[in-house]
T-cell receptor, first 112, second 117 residues
Framework: AQTVTQSQPEMSVQEAETVTLSCTYD???????LFWYKQPPSRQMILVIR??????QNATENRFSVNFQKAAKSFSLKISDSQLGDTAMYFC?????????FGAGTRLTVKP | EAGVTQFPSHSVIEKGQTVTLRCDPI?????LYWYRRVMGKEIKFLLH????????ESGMPNNRFLAERTGGTYSTLKVQPAELEDSGVYFC???????????????FGPGTRLTVL
C-alpha cells in the first residue's frame, strides 16, 4: 500500500519564526512527485510546493522549502518567517502513478 | 480564468436520501478527480476521469456512489442512498492532459461539505 503519514495533527508557531511540518510516505515506486498543499480556513486548497523524486535538490518557493530524504521516504516542509496568512491546514501528498495520495493534514496556527 | 467550482458548498441530508454533487473543472482540463475527506482523516482518492471516461475508479467506496462526466465537461457525484459514514468534504480537482506518466498540477475546488444525519 502506498500511504502518506503526517504525524503532527496540530502545530503552532509565533509570527516571524520558522516551523517544520513532517511527512513520511511509503512506496515501492522509484519515480513520483511529492507535494505540499495548503487549505486556508474556508478557502480552496492550493499547491504550495512540489518535488520530483528524481531531483536531489530540495525545492524552494520563497519562504517555503522542503527537506526531501528519498531513502528515508521523508518530505518535510519548512516555513520561514511565518506570517499570519500561513494559518491553514497543510496536506502532504504523493503522486506515484495515476492518482494522488494525501496525508491526514496538519493544522498550523501562526500566532501574532 | 475561473477556477474549479463545486456546488453546493454545503449539503445536509437525512440518511437514506439522495444527494448529487457537481464539479465544474477549469475549461480545457481533460482530467477530473474526485476526493473525499472524512473528518480528521486523510483525503482519499475516489476516481479519475479523462474526458468522459473513467480512468480509475478504484477509490469509490461502494455502489451507492455514482460519478458521471457526460460530454467531458462537468461531473456529478451522486450518493444514493446516503449513509451516516458518507459525511465529509468532497473535493474535485482538474488538470490538463499529461504526457505519459508526467504530472500536471491539479487545481482543487473549494469542496462540498456533506452532512448525513
Amino acid at each position: 500500500a502506498q500511504t502518506v503519514t503526517q504525524s503532527q495533527p496540530e502545530m503552532s508557531v509565533q509570527e516571524a519564526e520558522t516551523v517544520t511540518l513532517s511527512c513520511t510516505y511509503d512506496t515501492s515506486e522509484n519515480n513520483y512527485y511529492l507535494f505540499w498543499y495548503k487549505q486556508p480556513p474556508s478557502r480552496q486548497m492550493i499547491l504550495v510546493i512540489r518535488q520530483e523524486a528524481y531531483k536531489q535538490q530540495n525545492a524552494t518557493e520563497n519562504r517555503f522549502s522542503v527537506n526531501f530524504q528519498k531513502a528515508a521516504k521523508s518530505f518535510s516542509l519548512k516555513i520561514s518567517d511565518s506570517q499570519l496568512g500561513d494559518t491553514a491546514m497543510y496536506f502532504c501528498a504523493f503522486f506515484p502513478l495515476n492518482d494522488m495520495r494525501f496525508g491526514a493534514g496538519t493544522r498550523l496556527t501562526v500566532k501574532p | 480564468e475561473a477556477g474549479v467550482t463545486q456546488f453546493p458548498s454545503h449539503s445536509v441530508i437525512e440518511k437514506g436520501q439522495t444527494v448529487t454533487l457537481r464539479c465544474d473543472p477549469i475549461s480545457g482540463h481533460d482530467n477530473l478527480y474526485w476526493y473525499r475527506r472524512v473528518m480528521g482523516k486523510e483525503i482519499k482518492f475516489l476516481l479519475h476521469f479523462v474526458k468522459e471516461s473513467k480512468q480509475d475508479e478504484s477509490g469509490m467506496p461502494n455502489n451507492r456512489f455514482l460519478a458521471e462526466r457526460t460530454g467531458g465537461t462537468y461531473s456529478t457525484l451522486k450518493v444514493q442512498p446516503a449513509e451516516l459514514e458518507d459525511s465529509g468534504v468532497y473535493f474535485c480537482a482538474s488538470s490538463q492532459e499529461g504526457l505519459g506518466s508526467s504530472y500536471n498540477e491539479q487545481f482543487f475546488g473549494p469542496g462540498t461539505r456533506l452532512t448525513v444525519l
